[in-house]
């Protein structure tokens, strides 16, 4: 029907349609079964009727006039036939548009006619990498000094020049010292006098403590005596002791041999009791022997019976023999126990003995304690006289004393104003702007200060992480400490140092924590003030897949790179990415050693794209751009690789067929 329309328009007999419908006829011939599919009740007269011209209209297709109210019906045909020639195409188009793209993906898939795009590849390598993180930090002074005046006077000399470096200890200003000069002459004058006195009462207390030392002399000799005494008496109550253990340990000697002679008693009445039973054995025994002896006469047993029976006989009789001498040897040692005992309870008395006579000896002594304690206690009371005199002495010493420390904290305090008119340098650094000039009158009550000094070497350099690094950094700080990088504007050449303060508390407001580097500053490159670029090494990491950095691309799911495959296409492969260090990113997940992406031209990729690589020559016109992102890769692109993490969607790259 869409044929016939077009036809009769071509030829003036229907409306004229536009061009772009009549492209679209012609390209896409299989909406053509959607536009048929259209009932023709839809268009009831088109087919039929050609449109009514008006009268003043010539034209050589109309050969006679129609009448009014026909042309007003043609009209309306017109107008219902366009409104349904426009939904008709716009239904076409709309499904053109969903059935075209796919169609075209699939072509390019299968290899039907599509763009070509020339791109530049690297492979993808295997390489140790360092784990870093990186900030930007501030250079900081270790120590910051505001010098002031501690004293009050005219400023009588600056010994140093703004921007100077000082040392500690160095003199930095001098100020009028004449005022503190005549307070230290006044208070030593007065402590010279204090210390006379306390001289004065020295010499009495050391005559005094003579008397005392005497009597300590003749308490000590008492004391002595007592000690001997009570010596005497622990020596004498030893011996008291020693004997009564030699008696308990000899009356178990008497114990033992009582108990060793019951058991030997009980050994003699076992040896006859087993002599009975032995006996009565060895009759039994002989009895039998001498009945089957006789039987064997007879010829009722054999020979070997009777003489089992013999043999019976005769070892009972010898054990018998052994019960007696058994017998003999428990006697022989009831009478060697009973020697034993006697001997025992011998000794035992003889302990008696001399156990009296040792606590004779210890009553003795006791009685020798008692004198010696009477002296000891008279000497006591001369010492405690002696004492309380010296204890006079002392008081008036410590009152001299006091006087002197009085004075001599005056004196101090006059020396200690008098070495504040010197101002030292109290740390090693750089001085800063010099505020005041000789002949300025300073106060110690201001705070304006003299000078300010801060240390530049060493300096350090304060910067903040995320706190999610914060397990790393204290995992890779326990096996030592961990180096810190920093560059800056204008010096590109990393600067080295040592992270010496990871901070105690991570900060709530931006969930970061912070650390300080030290950093030799011996050449001065480094200002307290400035902001460098920090890079902290934690450890290295081995067999990292990395590509060039250009090669990583950023979409809408994400992160991803286009991987060349052996069929000349490529793949968008998504990836999971990790530090970027000179040029080369680390791929935690999505590729393979050996890979070959696409590092120039992603512009015009899309996946599924078929490209072409171009070799050194085809991209010399961009070395000059390039130079430094895809030379210094480090990424070989001719090597191959093993599999470590595959997420290549093909499985076949052009070096992972």
Do not use: C
């Amino acid at each position: 029907m869409i044929e016939e329309i077009i036809s009769e328009s071509r030829n003036g007999t229907r409306p004229k349609v536009s061009e772009e419908n009549l492209k679209l006829n012609e390209q896409l011939p299989h909406n053509v079964e959607i536009v048929d599919e259209i009932p023709k009740k839809a268009l009831p007269e088109v087919d039929r009727e050609a449109p009514i011209l008006p009268e003043s209209e010539p034209t050589n297709n109309v050969v006679t006039k129609q009448p009014k109210t026909e042309k007003v019906l043609a009209k309306g045909r017109i107008a219902l036939f366009l409104l349904a020639l426009l939904v008709i195409g716009g239904l076409g188009f709309l499904v053109w548009q969903r059935a075209a793209t796919p169609k075209v993906e699939k072509a390019s898939r299968r290899g039907g006619k599509m763009q070509v795009t020339p791109v530049m590849v690297a492979t993808v390598t295997k390489k140790t990498v360092p784990i870093q993180l990186q900030a930007i930090g501030n250079v900081q002074s270790g120590a910051t000094v505001s010098v002031t005046a501690q004293a009050s006077g005219r400023v009588t000399g600056v010994y140093f020049k703004k921007g100077q470096e000082v040392k500690k200890g160095q003199l930095l200003f001098s100020i009028d010292d004449r005022s503190q000069t005549a307070s230290i002459q006044q208070a030593q004058g007065i402590v010279a006098k204090d210390r006379a006195q306390v001289q004065q009462a020295m010499s009495n207390l050391a005559k005094d403590q003579g008397v005392v030392e005497q009597a300590r002399a003749t308490l000590d000799k008492d004391r002595g005596i007592v000690e001997q005494a009570k010596a005497t008496l622990e020596k004498d109550q030893g011996v008291v002791e020693q004997a009564r253990m030699t008696m308990a340990k000899d009356k178990g000697v008497v114990e033992q041999a009582k108990i060793t002679l019951e058991k030997d008693q009980g050994a003699v009445k076992q040896a006859i009791a087993t002599l009975t039973k032995d006996q009565a054995q060895a009759q039994y025994a002989a009895a039998q022997s001498q009945r089957y002896a006789e039987l064997y006469k007879q010829g009722v047993i054999s020979q070997d019976q009777a003489q089992q029976y013999a043999t019976s006989s005769r070892a009972t009789a010898a054990t018998v023999e052994l019960d007696k001498q058994a017998i003999a040897n428990a006697e022989t040692a009831l009478k060697s126990d009973r020697i034993g005992i006697t001997n025992a309870e011998s000794a035992v008395k003889g302990d008696e003995v001399a156990i009296a006579n040792a606590e004779t000896a210890v009553r003795s002594d006791l009685v020798g304690i008692e004198n010696a304690q009477t002296a000891v206690k008279s000497d006591l009371v001369g010492i405690d006289n002696a004492r309380a005199v010296v204890e006079g002495d002392r008081a008036a010493i410590e009152g001299a004393q006091a006087s002197v420390s009085a004075d001599g904290g005056t004196l101090q305090n006059a020396q200690v104003q008098s070495s504040y008119t010197k101002v030292f340098s109290p740390i090693d650094g750089r001085a800063g702007n010099v505020l005041v000039t000789t002949g300025n009158v300073v106060q110690p009550s201001t705070d304006k200060p003299l000078v300010t000094i801060s240390t530049i070497d060493p300096i350090q350099v304060a910067f903040a992480v995320p706190e999610s690094n914060l397990p790393d950094i204290q995992k890779y700080a326990d096996n030592g400490k961990l180096k810190v990088d920093v560059t800056f504007a204008g010096n590109n050449k990393p600067i080295s140092g040592t992270l010496s303060f990871v901070n105690n508390t991570v900060d709530n407001s931006t969930g970061s924590i912070q650390l300080i580097g030290d950093f030799n500053n011996a050449d001065g490159k480094l200002f307290p003030g400035q902001f460098v670029n920090t890079t902290l090494t934690l450890s290295q990491q081995p067999n990292a897949i990395v590509v060039p950095s250009q090669a990583v691309q950023t979409g809408p799911k994400g992160q991803f790179v286009f991987v060349a495959q052996f069929d000349d296409t490529v793949d968008n492969v998504p990836v999971v990415v990790g530090n970027t260090i000179n040029g080369l990113t680390v791929i935690k997940k999505g590729l393979n050693a050996g890979d070959d992406v696409v590092i120039d031209g992603q512009a015009n990729l899309v996946d599924g794209g078929k490209i072409t690589v171009k070799t050194a020559g085809d991209a010399q016109d961009n070395s000059e751009s390039t130079k430094g992102d895809s030379s210094d890769t480090s990424v070989d692109k001719k090597s191959g690789g093993d599999s470590t993490s595959s997420g290549n969607k093909s499985g076949k790259s052009r070096k992972n067929p």
